[in-house]
């Protein structure tokens, strides 16, 4: 099974695919820096009557780029998201809205890169497991039990639309029994992981002693 991502992988395909360069510039040296881009909310009028309710507000909100910072954080980094969830406990349920559709938790961070250590943390600490944490972290009953309460889940899709099948895949030999189950649901043609180390290929004949070198 593939090996955990290392930094550097996870940094040159989430800049090109989800995030955007300037969120991981700083572990990315070969990636010049880019101005850093604040979210900008949606134009939205109501069409419709306001509901009865109108909540207080009483406290402030976390900060926007700090439940940012900690999401990235928990794609590859346990001792930044510790740091911080240890800075702000309310950051364990936070989730950034990506845009699009594309909401994000650190426990759904962590589970589609593979890191069973950052979703274990987590996990000891509250966080809400869902099948796609579960299908990393090879939950066997747990998935079966979700897909028995709404068997449409098998097509369900995570952050940045990563499926139920792929999050098996990055579980690597503790998830495998998951995968197989997830194939037996349902049959995909599962493509390797763009992102994952290739494990070595045992194939490769050894090399014949006129190869070796030559001792003196």
């Known amino acids: 099974m593939p090996d955990p991502i290392d930094r550097r992988s996870f940094a040159a395909f989430t800049a090109s695919v989800v995030l955007g360069r300037e969120a991981l510039a700083a572990d990315t040296p070969d990636v010049a820096p880019m101005p850093h881009r604040l979210p900008t909310e949606a134009p939205f009028t ?36 510790k740091r ?15 845009g699009a559709g594309d909401w994000e938790t650190a426990l759904g961070a962590a589970s589609h890169m593979g890191r069973h250590d950052i979703v274990e943390y987590l996990l000891e600490n509250g966080a809400r497991i869902d099948i796609f944490c579960a299908a990393m972290m090879g939950q066997l009953d747990a998935v079966r039990a979700f897909l028995t309460l709404q068997p449409k889940l098998i097509d369900a899709k ?23 189950y997830l194939q ?6 599962l493509k390797p992981v763009p992102f994952l180390k290739k494990p070595a290929d045992k194939t490769d004949p050894p090399k014949k002693p006129a190869d070796q070198p030559k001792g003196n």
């Open 46 to 81: 109501r069409d419709y009557p306001p509901p009865g309710f109108n909540p207080s507000w009483k406290n402030p909100q976390i900060n926007r780029l700090l439940v940012q910072d900690f999401v990235v954080f928990a794609h590859m980094d346990l001792g930044m998201t």
């Open 158 to 180: 995570g952050p940045h639309g990563f499926a139920l099948h792929f999050h098996a895949q990055v579980g690597g030999d503790r998830s495998a029994k998951v995968l197989d």
């Open 184 to 189: 037996s649901v349902k049959k995909l043609d």
């Open 84 to 98: 911080l969830l240890e800075r702000e406990p309310g950051l364990l349920h936070a989730t950034v809205n990506w």
